[in-house]
């Protein structure tokens, strides 16, 4: 399905050896090439790869599914994951465990031996200080390799269980059934393949803590007990009372506002999906301000549910910061208590192990405890929807020959309740052409479905021999070639490929087309006509080798003659020693067919042939009263009731159409010369048939990575998103005055520890004096110092204050996040809706929601928790360093060294984080756009049985994306791996400096500070720079966001007030086009070429011609979803003066494709709350729908999928008749629907519009043939203009030759209605006269 080539790039560290992958040397010519591309990523490993990961976790819970039938209980889709993934991970833990029991333990142990050295009652020889300085230092760098590859292993696995789950959901997606698939929103898959599954990236991250933070803990404690007594208990207890209540707590409460923020995340998801998806109807009925009001609400109450989750966030993290300090104080407190006070090498290596735990239990393990918390919440949402009913297996084709087709007694539901089938019996032997006729809604494609297992039988056994080919009634197309699309996974065959493309009326269209069958068709076929999607979809269904074909309509959409060739040359003779159920609405095509069926609400009324019927009975009587029938249908069936009832109507409407005037052929018939393009600058090629077409290698419509380079204009629109720089400036004041407050708590404990070391040499040398005249010098001094009770109240107003300020901060700063999150969305969503429509052309569905659920979710959620975590790591760095100056300042020197290269390589690797994280993103939008069409083909992919095609493809997307991922992860890792090695050197010089100078230079307290800080440093570091990684790469979604927030805009939406049109414009109704051209894109030929014509009002005009003569484009003008040159007047207003809104809310259309939406019946009707309930009942019974609807709030399920294609029709004509507006448009609206309601619609409007313009785009030429004229387009030009019957007297003139195409009978028989309407026209002009 995917027509990009991608070329293959080992990955180096499949053959890397140890020393290069312990310090990540083999990504270095990815991280010093500046600029990279797709092509530079390297490919994911064999042990990532999407297939075997999820065949792994698919074994899982299928073992997990069984269990759970056995005993009786509920599968747990977690267990499943636990049991692929756990052993590995858990080992990775139990390594991890050396670095915190082992090493983090003993370098606070190594500090207070080293510290102790530079007391002045020091035992400690300077070779032994040496030595503890020196272990320490190496210690320091172990950790470093051990706690970085730990991450990396980590989060692969959590990379792994990622891809896993999304290869379970993708593969649920091809068996679900299509009663589960309708009542699942395909917002809720996107969001379970983009938000739901990152979960696992985060659990992976922290799980580990949980388990082994306990042994930490005891060990700690033992350590703690050694130096402070009985006083360290007071410090644990107070430690693990505010950490682990609080966040077990917080961790319930964390996935309760998960569970809810899924929710509302899978509503906007749901609106937007629609939204894009039937974007040009909402522009055409002018309805975005409703749409953007439903969107506005659902952000709301989502931003509404994300602050609870910010606050939670902001909790845990505020408390990472004062818990350590605070534990520190009750230890000292209770150690003064109990009538000691702690000396510098107690306090500095409390203050470590303190360190030590506050990272585990005041940030690990409430992080492990929230992220798991979310994880398992979306654990179960993906149960959910695992879980779901499956399409049944296929049906038995025991005693059927190949061919045949057997329903004995069958009935059948698709939600439990009422029959859609009842009783059927059918048989069809093999060869024949069985066709299925039938009123809207009488269970015509509910039959196919059941036939291809989409609807299982509740009763009844049905029988099928063969393979069977599926054509849907709605034509699939997916992003890729149009002989991609006729493929579809079957190998090519030139000679039989040629065969069907003749039989399917292709061939002609191939030359048309710029790059021949090479074309890419672009997301639901926006590069091909509805006629030629319909072929296309009609030969991908015809080239698959198969026994039976099932044909939804597959007429329906294509012009008269097409339709006769596709059944002629296709269906009757390609096809016609096979088994083929037809089902049409379009009754000339019946008679040739061995049985005819015709069904009425689910049963079979009739069965026969032509004849049988035709001589039995009523009921396909009615079916035939409004059809095109062919020779043998008596002519009195076909069109007395059409013109009975139009001249009834014209002659009550005499008077009000006096100004029309029959034009004279010469006037009016204008034959234009088509203008012959040629390709200048472009490559062209040769295809198989010799005809030459531009080279397809140049169709490029992938999508675009932004400029390498990070840049800090990204930062500050973020920023000003959220309020400005008043706001910014005040949340970072509370920021600064936190960290002043946390310093300085930290700098009183090294005053205080410097005071008790003077205090207790001033009273050992009084002892040792004895009372000698020195004494009161000395004890003047020593009752000048400050007690250790004024160093306690002052420390524990420090403390206090760290609190209050850092819960402060950190509440505004996530506040003032989530408005720069909201404002950024509200500015993309409305860029978006204001889009013009080539945006949406050239831009897949997918890669579109990609940005509002993916990056709107970064955005959301881990952008703030990382840029607060960034924040709260450099302002304590620059804390830190403020201080290590303050007791040795010739440290400066190695500290800007050490800086300088600190800057090099973190601009270095950060630069390629960024690229590949930009990357990352470009090759997951590719993702969505698959499965958006294999959510719209699911049908038609199931009945060809390419399943395991369209999985593999999916799985080569996730492999791409996985690699990118993959180097991401590792990225980060070597980034803090040199990082560290860096801090480690400048650790080593801080600890060497002191050691090396005089010992009488320094004081055990300044040393303390300085070497303790300096080791919290390297903590710090190996935090903070995932962090700021982290924080650059998630700007790469504000960055995304914001390149969505310039989109190219239409024009504006309401007009200047010079401009405005006046309440009851138009009047008349009187269309008037000059001159007018129309391209899609600059460089293209115009696809609408000096249209010159004049719609009086009142009148019906048919838009004819063959597919791609420019009928929908013309369309497009007229409402201006497209910019023209040249002039369209209505009423003698340029409605390019005009608002969109203005014109396009006086401008009523019944489109090609009826768009419903999942809200009420009320709202698709009426967005606006403009009509009140008797009015929207009339508008229902005015189409025959109020019988069959109980309530105006009826739900509509996406897509309208509760409503046929008729039915849906039959809606859209209700918002018409509402908006009673002077000017009616009907693109192709009757190409889906029976003759029978058909009729009702021609009669709706004949009698609800009649004083209206009226213009319709017709396929069915019997449709337009009464019209009072008919415009006939050809190649974009205007070729012929006059009324039918006019036109019809030249026989070499264009519509003559379309009359012609459909037959003998059938073109006599137009001519006939032509002849009649202009007859009744004439008498009305000589009334009015």
């Known amino acids: 399905m995917d027509s990009k080539v991608y070329i293959s790039n080992p990955n180096p560290k499949a053959t890397a050896n140890p020393v290069s992958k312990l310090f990540v040397w083999w990504l270095r010519k990815l991280v010093w090439k500046a600029n990279l591309t797709e092509y530079d990523l390297y490919d994911r490993l064999d042990c990532d790869a999407t297939e075997k990961l999820g065949d792994r976790l698919q074994k899982s819970w299928d073992k997990e599914v069984m269990r759970s039938k056995q005993k009786g209980t509920k599968p747990s889709f977690g267990r499943a994951i ?50 503890y300085g020196s272990l320490m230092v ?27 789950c999304c290869a379970l959901i993708y593969r649920k997606i091809l068996r679900i059934n299509k009663q589960s698939m309708d009542v699942t929103a395909t917002g809720q898959v996107i969001n379970l393949l983009s938000n739901d599954v990152a979960r696992f990236d985060q659990a992976s991250l922290h799980a580990n803590w949980l388990w082994f933070s306990s042994l930490q803990l005891a060990l700690v404690t033992y350590c703690l007990y050694s130096y402070v007594s009985w006083a360290a208990y007071a410090g644990i207890v107070y430690i693990v009372l505010m950490t682990v209540p609080p966040q077990m707590y917080m961790g319930r409460l964390s996935a309760r506002f998960r569970k809810r923020v899924a929710v509302r995340t899978d509503e906007r998801m749901r609106m937007m999906n629609e939204l894009v998806q039937g974007i040009q109807v909402v522009k055409m009925y002018a309805w975005e301000k409703p749409f953007a009001k439903l969107v506005a609400m659902a952000r709301k109450s989502e931003v509404h549910k994300l602050l609870h989750v910010a606050y939670l966030k902001s909790v845990i993290l505020a408390s990472s910061v004062f818990i350590e300090r605070s534990a520190l104080l009750v230890t000292l407190a209770a150690y003064f208590l109990g009538g000691k006070i702690a000396g510098p090498e107690q306090i500095f290596a409390i203050s470590q192990f303190y360190n030590v735990l506050n990272s585990s239990l005041a940030l690990w393990v409430p992080l492990s405890m929230s992220a798991l918390q979310e994880a398992r919440v979306s654990a179960h949402r993906i149960q959910e929807f695992l879980l779901k009913p499956e399409a049944s297996v296929e049906h038995s084709s025991q005693d059927a020959a190949t061919g045949e087709l057997s329903l004995q007694h069958v009935s059948a539901t698709w939600d439990g309740g009422a029959d859609v089938l009842c009783g059927i019996n059918l048989t069809v032997l093999p060869g024949q052409l069985c066709a299925v006729v039938g009123p809207v809604g009488c269970g015509k494609s509910s039959l196919l479905y059941l036939l291809i297992n989409e609807l299982s039988p509740s009763s009844g056994s049905l029988r099928i021999g063969g393979k069977v080919s599926y054509a849907s009634q709605e034509p699939w197309v997916f992003v890729g070639s149009v002989r991609q699309n006729i493929l579809f996974g079957q190998p090519y065959d030139r000679k039989k490929y040629q065969r069907v493309v003749e039989a399917c009326a292709l061939s002609k269209d191939f030359e048309l087309l710029p790059y021949g069958d090479q074309t890419l068709v672009g997301e639901k076929g926006i590069t091909l006509s509805g006629g030629q999607r319909a072929r296309v979809s009609l030969a991908r269904a015809v080239y698959r080798d198969a026994d039976i074909y099932l044909l939804d309509d597959p007429l329906s959409a294509v012009d008269t003659h097409v339709g006769k060739h596709l059944l002629d040359e296709c269906i009757n003779s390609y096809l016609s020693d096979k088994t083929r159920i037809l089902v049409t609405h379009q009754l000339q095509h019946v008679k040739g067919a061995d049985n005819i069926v015709v069904l009425n609400k689910g049963k079979i009324d009739y069965q026969g042939t032509f004849d049988e019927i035709m001589d039995s009975g009523v009921s396909f009587s009615k079916l035939m009263s409004s059809n095109e029938a062919e020779e043998d249908v008596p002519e009195e069936f076909t069109i007395m009731r059409k013109h009975s009832t139009r001249k009834s109507l014209q002659r009550e409407d005499n008077i009000l159409r006096r100004s029309k005037r029959l034009g004279s052929r010469r006037d009016n018939a204008n034959v234009l010369q088509s203008e012959i393009s ?23 419509n992938s999508e675009k990575m932004l400029k390498a380079a990070f840049r800090w204009s990204t930062v500050w629109q973020y920023y000003r998103a959220a309020g400005g720089m008043w706001l910014l400036f005040s949340v970072m004041a509370m920021i600064f005055v936190a960290q002043v407050i946390t310093s300085g708590s930290d700098y009183v404990v090294t005053y205080w520890s410097d005071t008790e070391v003077v205090r207790r040499s001033l009273q050992q040398q009084l002892e040792e004096s004895g009372g000698g005249e020195g004494d009161g010098a000395q004890r003047r001094q020593l009752d000048a110092l400050p007690t250790a009770q004024t160093f306690l109240e002052l420390l524990a107003g420090l403390v206090l204050g760290c609190i209050a300020f850092t819960q402060l901060r950190s509440v505004a700063f996530f506040t003032f996040c989530m408005r720069a999150s909201k404002n950024l969305h509200s500015r993309m969503f409305n860029s978006v809706l204001r889009a013009t429509m080539s945006f949406f052309d050239t831009n897949p569905s997918g890669r579109i929601l990609n940005r509002f659920s993916k990056d709107v979710g970064s955005t959301d959620d881990l952008l703030p928790q990382f840029m607060m975590n960034m924040i709260q790591v450099y302002m304590a760095l620059c804390g830190i360093l403020a201080m290590v100056l303050v007791v040795n300042y010739l440290l400066i020197v190695p500290m800007v060294i050490i800086g300088a290269l600190f800057g090099v390589v973190a601009k270095r690797f950060m630069t390629t984080g960024r690229n590949i994280k930009r990357l990352e993103g470009i090759r997951r939008s590719p993702m969505f756009s698959h499965l958006s069409d294999t959510l719209n083909g699911l049908a038609t992919i199931r009945s060809s049985g390419v399943q395991d095609i369209v999985r593999k493809e999916f799985d080569d997307h996730q492999d791409r994306h996985t690699s990118a991922w993959f180097l991401y992860i590792t990225n980060t890792a070597a980034l803090g791996i040199w990082l560290d090695l860096l801090s480690s050197t400048f650790v080593g010089v801080v600890t060497y400096s002191f050691l090396v100078l005089s010992t009488a230079s320094f004081g055990g307290s300044g040393v303390g500070l300085a070497i303790s800080q300096s080791l919290t440093l390297t903590v ?105 040159d040249g002039t369209i007047l209505i009423d003698d207003i340029d409605i390019s003066s005009l608002g969109l809104h203005d014109l396009r809310k006086k401008v009523s259309i019944i489109p090609q494709e009826p768009v419903l939406f999942s809200e009420t019946l009320r709202f698709n009707l009426d967005p606006f709350s403009e009509f009140d309930d008797d009015k929207l009942w009339n508008a229902l019974e005015e189409v025959e729908l109020k019988s069959g609807i109980q309530t105006l709030d009826f739900q509509v399920t996406e897509g309208g999928s509760n409503f046929s294609v008729g039915q849906r029709q039959l809606l859209c004509l209700a918002r018409a008749i509402l908006r009673n507006n002077r000017i009616l448009v009907l693109d192709e609206a009757t190409a889906n629907v029976d003759p029978e309601t058909d009729a009702l619609i021609q009669t709706t409007i004949r009698r609800k519009f009649r004083h209206c313009t009226v213009l319709t785009v017709a396929h069915r030429l019997n449709t337009v043939m009464d019209s009072d004229k008919v415009l006939v ?57």
């Open 82 to 131: 636990v049991r692929t993934f756990g052993l590995r991970y858990f080992m990775y833990g139990v390594i991890h465990l050396f670095d915190q029991l082992v090493l983090r333990v003993a370098q606070p142990i190594l500090l207070g031996l080293t510290i102790q050295y530079f007391n002045p009652d020091s035992n400690i020889t300077e070779q032994e200080a040496y030595i």
């Open 138 to 164: 190496l210690i320091n760098f172990l950790k470093l390799f051990w706690h970085h590859h730990h991450t990396m292993l980590t989060t692969y696995v959590g990379m792994r269980i990622r891809v896993a």
């Open 678 to 700: 040629t390709l200048s600058e472009v490559s062209v090629i040769m295809d198989e048939t010799g005809k030459l077409h531009r080279d397809p290698s140049e169709q490029d």
């Open 1020 to 1124: 710090m570091l190996q935090f903070g720079i995932l962090q700021m990684t982290e924080v650059l790469s998630q700007m790469t979604s504000v960055e995304r966001i914001l390149e969505y927030t310039k989109i190219p805009s239409e024009a504006a939406l309401e007009s200047t007030p010079d401009k405005k049109p006046p309440d009851t414009w138009p009047q008349r109704g009187h269309i008037t086009f000059r001159r007018v051209y129309l391209k899609y894109k600059p460089t293209e030929s115009p696809v609408l070429r000096d249209l010159n014509f004049s719609i009086q009002a009142m009148h019906k005009v048919g838009i004819v011609g063959r597919t791609g003569a420019g009928k929908s484009s013309l369309i497009s003008a007229l409402f201006r979803l497209v910019n023209i």
């Open 1273 to 1329: 387009m050809d190649a974009g030009a205007m070729v012929e203009y006059d009324h039918p019957y006019t036109l019809l007297k030249n026989p070499t003139g264009f519509l003559s030759k379309l009359v012609e195409e459909t037959g003998s009978a059938m073109a006599e028989q137009l001519r006939c209605v032509a002849r009649q309407s202009y007859t009744e026209l004439q008498g009305l002009e000589e009334e009015s006269d």
